[in-house]
């Protein structure tokens, strides 16, 4: 799956289905995992792998066999409001 | 015209750009990126190097790269590394993207920065109109 400029990767219907599924799934994802990253599978729209640290997060998925790149959606999931100064 | 987006759980501008770093893949990946009218330059952030990008942490350590920019934000000082970038910023009549060539920086890996969103800073931003309409519209006009 290489992606140019006319069809990137992922494509928008596959962007549009992950982000409606953080949208809706967001709060409760939050309770059950505050403060971490939350990697979903792209597949099953199940959870994962959890960690606080990404690193480890991405070593975890590649340790059960996952590619991180393209087998899963990861975020972060905060806890409470999500206030940043950039 | 570009549209842009707000989620609920993330009160900011948002966009989604295809950028392509010929240097780290030869894939054209799809980034949200946050429309940053407080930053200089255009940055990608650890997790879309990681997760978008397929890059290792080891390699966003500023110790294995050949040269280093230092900037300032709110944040504090953080690490980047300057290397070439395309962004492609899709119309929503699907007609040919709008393309811009140039360079983006990688930030270094912190604690920090791990969550931090990728964003679209004025090198990119300067070439647009930026239409802004509270939460109900995000949209970029080229000039």
């Known amino acids: ?86 | 015209m570009i549209s842009g987006f707000w989620l609920p759980q993330f009160p900011l501008p948002l966009i989604r750009v295809g950028v392509n770093l010929p240097s780290i893949s030869d894939r054209r990946q799809l980034v949200v990126m946050v429309l940053d009218t407080g930053a200089t330059r255009s940055a990608i952030h650890p997790l879309d190097a990681m997760h978008t990008f397929g890059m290792s942490a080891a390699s966003l350590d500023s110790a294995v790269w050949r040269t280093t920019n230092s900037s300032g934000g709110v944040g504090g000082k953080a690490n980047f590394m300057t290397v070439p970038a395309k962004y492609a910023l899709y119309r929503d009549d699907g007609t040919t993207p709008e393309i811009l060539g140039g360079t983006v920086e990688l930030a270094e890996m912190t604690p920090q920065n791990q969550s931090l969103p990728s964003l679209l800073g004025w090198d990119v931003l300067q070439h647009f109109r930026i239409i802004l309409e509270g939460q109900n519209s995000v949209r970029l006009q080229r000039l």
């Open chain 1, 1 to 86: 799956m290489r992606g140019t400029a006319l069809d990137p990767n992922p494509g928008f219907d596959e962007a549009n289905r992950v982000q409606r599924f953080w949208t809706e799934n967001y709060a409760e994802l939050s309770a059950r995992f505050p403060d971490r990253f939350v990697a979903v599978s792209r597949a099953t729209n199940e959870v994962v792998a959890t960690n606080k640290d990404l690193t480890l997060l991405v070593d975890g998925l590649r340790d059960k066999g996952f590619d991180p790149q393209t087998d899963v959606s990861i975020d972060f999931v905060a806890a409470g409001e999500r206030n940043l100064f950039l």
